[in-house]
Each structure stands twice: as C-alpha cells, then as structure tokens.
C-alpha cells in the first residue's frame, strides 16, 4: 500500500546516517525532523544562518528572532551555533552538508532537479536556496509525490521545467517507491502497493532493480 | 572613522534617488523596519533595494514598495503568502527583478565587502540563473562567473552595539547584517540597545564597528 | 559526521605520505604544537604543509622540516629571525616554496571551503607574485586570477570546544584556524579544554562542529 | 635639521585623522602608536585580527595568544573585536582602512611601492601582508629614510626592486621632507634641515612645493 505523508517522513529518516549533517526543505521535508531520534546524532541545518536547529514551535512560543528557512518559529538545540548568511552558504556550496531533502516538481532519470519554477509564463520566479543547496549537498535526495494529481509523473527521463541544479539528485523518495540516481540508471529499491512492471509503464522509462 | 549615534531620520539623511540600499532580514527576523520607516519619511526615490525577500504584509519593505519608491528588487524570493504589495507592481509591470540564488546574494555582497572583482560559483549552472554568463570549467567542474553587489547604503538590525560600534546579533536574525554592513559605503545600523565601550566581549563581535558608520537605538 | 575525540597520535593516523596539510598558527599564536608532534612520531612523509610562516626556532613546525618530511612549503613568510630550519633546507635546495600573499593565503583556503572556483584578486598585481597568472579588468580595476588552496588534512588550535566539535578561540591565537577548518577533508584541532554539549554559548561559536573532524584535549 | 625617529613617527601620528581605523606596518610604523592620544579615537588594526589593539608589551607581561603583525606581543583594548584571517584580510583588501603606514625599500615618483624584496638572488622571499595592505587601505602611507645607509635615493623615478603594489602611495614621511604623491606628481609638503633645491637634485626628479 502507498505510504502515508508520516510514513515517508519517518522511511526517509532512518535512511540519514546517524551523526550526519542535514538541511530539510521548506515544506514536507521538514517533517522528517520529527522522526529523528536524539540518539542518532544528526544535525539539522537551516540555510538562514544555524545549526542544531530544534522543533518547529506553534506561533504562541515562538520567538521571531529565531525562525526556519520557511520563517517558521523553531528552538535551538543544546550545541547549536549561528552564523551569518555567506558562511551558511559557504557551508553549502562548500560540500559540508552530508544530506539535504527537498521537495520537487520533477526529477529527470539523470538526477537533473527541477523545483523553483513551474516555467508559467505569469509566475513570479522565486529560488531561495534551493540551487545553493542543489550544487553543494554531498547528497540530495527528493521527497515527493511520484506522480502530479493530474497524474503526470514527476520522475521523468528529462525534466520540462526549468532546472534547479543538474546530474545533482542521487535519490528520490515518493509515497509508492523509492530510488537511487545511479550512473547506471535509475534503480528501484522499493516499492509500496504498486509493480514494478507497472511502475515502469506509468514512468516511461527503464528501471534497474 | 567615527560611527554616529543618531536618531532614524538623521541616519537616513544620505540616502539619495536612484541609490542602491541593502536591507537586511529574512522575513522580519533581522529587518530593520524603524529605519524603513525613516527611509520612507525622508523620501528618496528610485531606488534599488537589495534584500533576501521583496516585503511581507503592508509594513516595512513592503510600505516602500507601496510608496512607490523603489525601482528595481534585487532578491532570491520575493514570492510569499504575504508578498501581495510586489506581487501587484511587478504583475502591473511597475517594478524590476533581478532574480538571484539566496547564496549568490550572500557572497556577492561578501565579494563587494572584500575586495574581490568577480568568483567562480557553482551554484545555477544549467539553470537559466547561468543564461548569458560567462562559465568556465574549473578542474572538471563548471562554475558561473559572479559580480559583486555593492550597497551605497546598508540598513540592518542587529541586538546590541557598543558605541563604537561594534554590533552582536541575536540567533537567526544575523542572517544578511554582517554581509551587508560590509558591503555599503554607508552602514546603519538599528539595535536594541547600546552600551559603553568596554561592555562587550571582543571575542564575541560579530561585526566590528569599522563597518557601522550610523546607529539608531530603537528599544 | 560526528567528530571523534581521541588522542594526538590517533588524530593524525589517516595523514598519508604526499598530503596537503594546512597548519595553523601566525608563529606560534594558535600553532598546534601537539598535533605537529603527533605528525612527526607518525611518519608521514613528501607533505605540502600550507602554514603563514615556515617554522621557529627548532620544535613544531620546524622539527618537522628538519626531519625531512616536507617536500614543500605554501607560506606568507617564510624568512624570520629564527626560522634558520627552513632558511638551510631552502638554501640547499632540499625544499619547495611557493610564496602566497598572506591575505590571499587565507582567501585561496577560504575558497576552498566555500566552494567557489577561483576568484579575482587585486593583491599582487604588477608584482612578481602576479607574473604568469592570468589577470582581468573588471570596473577599471585589474585582478589576478587565483585558485583555492584545499587541504587533505588541518591541524589547527582552538582555546575550549564542546563534545560536538564546536570551536571557540582566544585572542589572536584564532588567526587562520577557522578558515582552514573549513578547507581541509579531515580538520583536527587541538584545544585546552572540551566541554560538555550546551556549555558554549550558540552566539559566540566561531568554528561549527560540522568543520570539525577530530578533536584532541592538551591541557 | 633632520628629524630623528621619535619625532618622524610623532608627525605622522599627527597627520592621522581623528576616528580613523589604521595598521601600522611592521618595524619604524609601528612605534606611531605611541604619539596616538586615546581622545583621537584612532582605531588601531592588526592582520592577524584584531581591532582595538592596545600598546606593544614586554615579554614579561606577553600574553602570547595576543601579538601583532610583528609578533609582538601586545594589549588589547575597550572596545576591541577579534576575526579570522580571512575576515581580516577581506577588511584590508575591501577598502575598509583608512590609513596604512608601512616602511619601503623604494618608492617611485608615480606611487609605486617596493618593500618585500631586495631583488637579491639568494634572498629568501618573504611577503607577508604588505601586498594586501597595499592593494586595499584607502591611503598607504611610507615611512622610511630618504636615503640608503649609502647616500642612494630611495624615493626615485622608478622603482628598481620588486614591487609590492602599483600606483598606491599617496604620502611618504622621512627624516628630510615629506612628500605627497598626486596626480600631478611628487609634492614636498615640508623639509627638514634640507633646502628643495639640494633635495631636488639628489632625488634627481621634478619636485612640486
């Protein structure tokens, strides 16, 4: 059966290694904070400006002095550290993070990362820093829906919107299976509720497994 | 030379038409919004404004922007639930954008503080960020060649100052000070407070005061 | 990854002959005279060692030039009153200098951690340092085209760290710890003392646990 | 009749505007800072990293995790910050000091420096930070005799050593006259115990009064 938000937030942390350095996305990669265990070491990273970033805390504890990438109010961690936002990007760019987890509109088979801009010819273009995080992870990974509610799919053999970051994705989350960006190919290593024959006819595009 | 007590107006008193202003903050931790306030009541006009996000709701950045005071944003997200001031003057066609990589916004204002001329980036290669620029591949990797943003002025808040100048932050609302205070050939700086030299921890400046020329108290 | 707190010698077990090791310290303000010991008793040999000044008098550094392990150095400044290690070795053509700008020392290794290609520089124009690299004009100005300088391994000194490899240092003993910290694969420091997780006040860390690999307590 | 030492640094030290953030090269530069009344507010920076730096020390009361360019041990001052060397040579190579004053082997009628580099062929080379210092502060300062220990002039045409910078000196203080370099070319802004027309001729170039 097709995993659940929660479910794909909690099978996306315990993939991170334990003691690893990890900035999660705005949006549904934040909640993989909430199932990482204290025991496990990682340090979360947010682009504006600390590390040992703590829980995102309803607006009545908030503190706005102490906020997210997405300008939500969160608390600091015990061995937490802030710093202004050229060293925060350095520690990006610089290949520093072990892991970033972002949301996506598409994601080609070659680890292409399409998810600032939609290419609407009336949207108004906005980046942030998602291509910083795209070009200086040691690792990007994609948590996603695997196919649009049109029902496009969203892991596509090149992507049509405009990039975020190229051959930068090494692995793609999605509520009916996971996979690696691989030199060889996009692999399959697992599925939930769906074939791997169907999987393969719906994405259009070869599978290793 | 000496960094100036005074009060918003007085401390925004340089800012001419046509000048490019930095201004800190991400959201509102960090945004300077008494010194807006005075930038709006002094008046100068077509300006360019440098700042992470383009205004939210219908105060600070965003009363700029409704003034109609500002010409051209520089930002790498000016798109937000409550971005409803830019987004009208630039779907109306009324202001510029130069959209720029959160991080490239950082360290081009670094470069403008430090002296460099230009850097070799590998963020947005491949994208249409890197459109028209120049590239170079460097030891098999392909960068994007970047140019300082430099600041005529600086407005940013900090937590404490002494009265050299001399500015700490407070958590996440550092964020663009220390950058942008390098960046400007006039820095203002807005804080909570202000204490006698000597009161703060040389180890723990953030930034020093040689890159504040005006402070505003604002409690 | 998490950083490890062990003992000098097991600190430095992963150097390889023929690595690039950044040392810190601006003589021996910040040297970490320990680490270099450790490096000694390992071995390792034919290493390029990034460092401002090639050694004092005859311990740390300059012991390790002695012992021959050093195929050469990358400094600001290298000739002191008691540098008379290097000064032999160079006389007698047993070692490589390669002679960097102090300020473009500490850019070149801030390149590295930062992750930007190359950057231009106005330091050393239409100096010898300048010959045979490329320059550009950029807004009337004229730049040298420079490189970063990466490290296999740092061996840096900080004053307190916590458990977590946070790093705070002392005075003008922090000179190039933080920047080499940042530029190196494997960063080691050694520190006077460790504190337990929290015990560092988050405002006044200066080197994040995530640039730190190893840590060594000397009291 | 000539200055000696004392009094040239103490003209300098005169000439340093109120307020202003300063380095003091290494050496003769260096002793300035004791003709700096604190009520001048000058504001004295060593690259190392450190503003705010107080008086040079005796190795008796040497804190050796607080020296100088020079190695020095110094003091530290109310109000003083410390940063890395990368921040402080951002500091210097962005135009952020006002004043630099640094001694020299040569400088050129048209502003070039030479201070590094005896051009001597089995001389060690050493640099340091006088490139940056000269690339970056807003005015470089000389400081220097006018002549060698054997009469040659060290104010000349065109520099015969190595250069430290290009067309960066704007004033040079010796133990004879003081020199402003300008656009128009090299004016003598006061002599000591010399006439101009002796100096003119042993400097064997166009002086300005």
């Not at chain 1, 550290?81 to 949301?103: E, P, Q, T």
């Not at chain 2, 960068?143 to 407070?170: C, K, M, S, W």
Request: aromatic share 6%; charged share 20%; with cysteine.
């Amino acid at each position: 059966m097709a995993l659940d938000k929660n479910e794909l937030a909690q099978l996306v942390a315990g993939d991170i290694p334990d003691g690893a350095y990890v900035n999660l996305g705005i949006g549904q990669p934040t909640s993989i904070a909430r199932y990482l265990s204290p025991e496990s070491g990682v340090i979360l990273h947010t682009e504006n400006g600390m590390l040992g970033m703590g829980e995102v805390v309803p607006a009545e504890r908030a503190d706005w002095d102490l906020t997210n990438a997405g300008k939500q109010p969160v608390t600091e961690l015990p061995g937490a550290a802030y710093f202004h936002h050229a060293d925060s990007f350095s520690m990006m760019r610089g290949g520093h993070l072990d892991v970033c987890v972002m949301g996506a509109f598409q994601v080609s088979a070659g680890g292409d990362l399409a998810n600032w801009h939609t290419g609407a010819a009336d949207a108004i273009p906005a980046v942030g820093g998602a291509m910083d995080l795209a070009a200086g992870a040691k690792q990007v990974w994609v948590m996603m829906t695997l196919f649009t509610k049109s029902g496009e799919p969203k892991l596509v053999p090149a992507c049509t919107y405009p990039l975020t970051g190229k051959a930068c994705v090494t692995r793609v989350y999605t509520e009916v299976a996971t996979f690696h960006i691989t030199p060889e190919g996009v692999r399959v290593t697992a599925t939930y509720g769906i074939g791997i024959e169907e999987l393969a006819t719906r994405l259009d595009m070869p599978l290793l497994a | 030379m000496r960094t100036r007590i005074v009060d918003a107006l007085t401390a925004v008193e340089e800012v001419k038409d046509g000048d490019t202003v930095l201004v800190g903050g991400f959201g509102m931790a960090g945004m300077p919004v008494e010194l807006i306030d005075a930038l709006i009541e002094h008046g100068a006009g077509d300006l360019t404004i440098v700042s992470n996000n383009a205004g939210n709701g219908d105060t600070g950045l965003a009363a700029l922007l409704a003034a109609g005071r500002v010409r051209k944003m520089v930002c790498s997200f000016p798109r937000q639930s409550d971005s409803w001031v830019f987004d009208g003057l630039y779907r109306a066609g009324k202001i510029e954008l130069e959209l720029v990589p959160q991080g490239n916004l950082a360290e081009r204002m670094r470069a403008a503080g430090a002296g460099i001329g230009a850097f070799y980036c590998p963020t947005g290669v491949g994208t249409p960020i890197a459109e028209g620029r120049e590239t170079r591949v460097i030891d098999g990797r392909e960068y994007v060649l970047e140019y300082p943003i430099r600041g005529d002025v600086a407005l940013i808040r900090a937590h404490v100052a002494d009265r050299l100048g001399n500015l700490v932050y407070r958590k996440t609302a550092r964020n663009f000070g220390p950058v942008m205070a390098t960046a400007a050939t006039i820095t203002i700086a807005q804080v909570s407070k202000i204490v006698e030299v000597g009161e703060l921890d040389p180890e723990t400046v953030v930034t020093p005061s040689i890159y504040v020329n005006r402070l505003v108290e604002v409690a």
